[in-house]
């Protein structure tokens, strides 16, 4: 205890926090009866004569923001002084996972603070959401090598920083709906395009990459082969070139077929990178990092990326640890508007981390055993094939395990017109396992499967419980007019989350239009897809 540093000095530290924003004013204000945690929010409340309620409003929002970011800054000071001496080597690394997620977060709080309207703020609700899925990474990392105990160094992420994120997102959510600025459903989908209909972060030209192997050969900007007929034979060396540009244009990376035995890292500030392959099982870019070995899950993907804007044609992520190696991640995305067309993720636990942010896969391949798509993105899968691995003999496979943990949390796994089927080594002994389509990761876990094909390796109930009753009454897991063996909902749980959607409206809610707020920034990247339910 004594290397480490004091809990006094922890607490001091949240006594100036305290004494700063806990004022005698005993206003009160509608909007935080909205949060989960009222007095905390009233206790930000500043009186400022002669303003009108939307000007309050977004100053008020502004405020509480402005406050988590500063108990943010100071819980990122205390964790990068710390004296972590005492800690092993898997302490260090789950140590270091929450200095760079705690890094992060003090970057989505800060572009959150955005110009007051509500299209930015309803991007806000999305970077806000982030930063609930850093601090929970950051105490899953300890958790993946049962050293739960050193969390007790961590006070500030367990109490007042907490529940700051949380009002600050309640908060978010409550400014955008009651504000009188609210835009047209028109002006919300066109916000992010130029005058000839295009993002700004992608050009006309940049949509016939995703078509032809041929474009990507003459329009790239590197190129990677083994052979040595490219620019570079590795996608490290590729990454350390791309990474000296100065402008935040398009930048693609051809990667020629071949196997690439290496771990891939983007991080933020590296944005609007495209990676184009030779097609799946063409490229393939290949771990096999896992818990078992010394990897925090967060950790242990093949390729990681975080830069936005990301997007990914014809290329295998996988990670070759095998289902005694547990948690091995083939493909971690935390990247704003990343797009997977004609991809394969293969893995077994957890193949596929949608770890923050708003993401689209499109005619994908996802190979796994336990919870193998988990996360806590806005992630939709359309028209995609999910394949059902062999896993341990003392295992169930769960397709699913979303990670929402508050409430107000714009997340969620939606798989839209997709088929859930056994993999080839599955298909001879699929009746000696039990397979279900999720389990609830987190307390608001929200998962909805719509017009997809259930095979029959599917059990009639469905869902799966993580413990006990956990979250079976704050989930929200649905199903909209499935088809297949495995789709009859007689037999489902009869949990107050679950739903079976029977009116379009309310599947449409999960579409991509609606969801991933899709039309506004899809159409430029030349990947098909369908806005609503249709199919």
């Known amino acids: 205890m004594d290397n480490h540093i004091p809990l006094l000095t922890i607490f001091l530290s949240f006594c100036v926090f305290s004494t700063y924003f806990h004022g005698s004013n005993s206003t009160t204000i509608p909007l935080c009866t909205q949060t989960p945690y009222p007095e905390l929010c009233n206790s ?13 409003l977004f100053d008020f929002r502004d405020n509480a923001i402005r406050v988590t970011l500063a108990q943010a800054e100071n819980a990122h000071k205390l964790i990068s002084t710390m004296d ?10 789950a140590w270091t996972d929450c200095l760079e997620l705690y890094e992060d977060t003090i970057y989505q709080l800060h572009r959150s603070i955005t110009s007051r309207n509500p299209p930015s703020m309803l991007d806000a609700q999305t970077w806000l959401s982030a930063t609930i899925a850093n601090e929970q990474a950051c105490q899953n990392g300890f958790k993946d090598f049962n050293l739960s105990s050193h969390l007790q160094y961590f006070p500030f992420m367990l109490s007042d920083f907490s529940k700051f994120l949380s009002n600050s997102l309640a908060i978010n959510k409550a ?24 993002p700004e972060w992608l050009s006309t030209g940049d949509r016939k990459l995703l078509q032809s192997s041929a474009a990507a050969t003459a329009k790239a900007d590197i190129v990677v082969a083994q052979d040595g007929s490219g620019n570079y034979k590795t996608i490290s060396e590729a990454l350390a070139a791309a990474a000296k540009r100065r402008d935040t244009k398009r930048f693609v990376i051809y990667v020629k077929k071949g196997v690439y035995k290496e771990n891939v890292e983007i991080k933020k500030k ?4 495209m990676f184009i392959g030779d097609g799946i099982d063409a490229t393939i870019i290949t771990g096999n990092k896992n818990v078992q070995d010394g990897s925090t899950t967060f950790r242990s993907a093949t390729f990681a990326v975080s830069g936005d804007g990301f997007i990914s044609r014809g290329i295998t992520f996988e990670n070759t640890a095998g289902p005694q190696k547990h948690q091995a991640v083939a493909l971690r995305s935390g990247s704003d508007f990343s797009v997977f067309y004609g991809c394969s993720f293969k893995g077994y636990q957890d193949t596929l981390y949608v770890y923050s942010q708003r993401q689209f896969y499109r005619d994908c391949d996802v190979y796994g055993t336990v919870d193998f798509i988990f996360g806590d993105a806005v992630a939709i899968f ?13 295992q169930k496979n769960t397709v699913t395990a979303q990670g929402r943990s508050d409430r107000n949390e714009n997340t969620g796994i939606i798989i839209h017109n997709s088929r859930v089927i056994a993999a080839s080594d599955f298909r001879a002994v699929q009746s000696s396992f039990k397979t279900y389509l999720g389990r609830p990761w987190k307390q608001y876990s929200r998962t909805v499967f719509m017009k997809c094909t259930l095979d029959g390796l599917i059990d009639p109930a469905g869902w799966l ?10 989930l929200y897991y649905g199903e909209y007019m499935n088809t297949g063996i495995g789709a009859s909902t007689s037999g489902r749980v009869k949990w107050p989350g679950y739903h079976v959607i029977t009116r379009a409206p309310e599947a449409g809610k999960f579409s991509v239009g609606n969801f991933l707020a899709g039309d506004s920034w899809l159409p430029a990247t030349g990947v098909p897809f369908t806005s609503g339910l249709q199919v």
């Open 382 to 394: 359309q028209n995609c094939n999910i394949y059902v691995r062999k896993p341990m003999s003392n």
């Open 44 to 56: 930000l409340i500043v009186t400022k004569p002669q303003t009108t309620l939307d000007e309050n």
């Open 84 to 93: 972590i001496s005492s800690f092993n080597e898997l302490g260090k690394s």
């Open 175 to 198: 400014t955008t709906s009651s504000s009188s600025a609210i835009y047209s459903t028109n002006m919300l989908h066109n916000r992010r395009l130029l005058s000839d209909g295009f």
């Open 270 to 273: 590296m944005k609007n990178l």
């Open 465 to 474: 419980p993580w413990s006990g009753n956990f979250a079976l009454n704050t």
